[in-house]
């Protein structure tokens, strides 16, 4: 039953991680607290195992989505490297600061973190667009399938804290990052949303590799529990990239909006009364 649950859970990963460019982790780390500790239904599990396995099948999500995404070429592999080079020194501090962390905690703050990303998406149509980035940035443009031209770009300087940042939630929380980047990527630097999407998966890989070393050598992976995880996060990560290219940039927003509010009321009233 463990192992059937698991493997539903990281389908559902999969699909939505690839979908709007969270990495997964963003959804298999509250449902696997809540099913495995709350309700007792899966063994062994703590924060800190939980985001050891997040970690894992986000190497699988990113592999999946960054080959599916390549194909659509709706990756910025410039902006990618980029980002992936800022967040290492970032992911290395953040996983080891999840020592210290106990699940009551673990929940409330990863539950205020969503909330703070699913308000500046929802605001984000009131906001005047933040310019300044793309202005004093490496401009790039992508022309979609409609014919629509974007103009985008950032500072590197300050893509290289910003992900510093992000790098230090990925490994404090088992998100990969996606669940900040691509919020970043839309309302800081302009990025179109499918290709904030793809690069956000092609970072998303690279940060896991380096992310999983670190949690391995911290004893922080429950190496059974990957088993049925990772092919059902990989087979859903194909199903939501390809669900990716035939939904429109708003919906696609919308949809990531909703995700991070839910998973995030959830998770502080877990932190607080859990």
Known sequence: ??????????????????????????????????IGITLGLIDGITPQTVVGLSVIMMIAI????????????????????????????????????????????????????LII???????????????WFVDHGKKRTFTDRSGETFVFGYPVWFALLLTFGVGFASGLFGIGGGSIMVPAMILLFLFPPHVAVGTSMFMVFLSAIVNSVTHISLGNVPWLYVIPVVPAAYIGAKIGAMLNQK??????VLALRIILLILGIRSIIDGIWG
């Open 1 to 34: 039953m463990e192992y059937l649950i698991l493997a539903i859970i990281g389908l559902a990963s999969g699909i939505i991680g690839a979908l709007v460019g969270l990495g997964g982790g963003v959804i298999l780390v509250p449902v696997t607290l809540f």
């Open 247 to 252: 939904m429109k940039s708003e919906t696609l």
């Open 117 to 131: 990303l699913s308000t500046l998406l929802l605001v984000r149509k009131y906001l005047k667009p933040v310019r």
């Open 62 to 113: 990113g592999l999946a989505s960054t080959l599916s995404y390549m194909k659509a070429k709706t990756i910025d592999y410039r902006s990618g490297l980029i980002f992936f080079a800022g967040s290492i020194p970032g992911t290395l501090l953040g996983a080891f600061v999840n020592k210290g962390l106990d699940l009551p905690s673990f929940n409330l703050y990863f539950g205020i973190l």
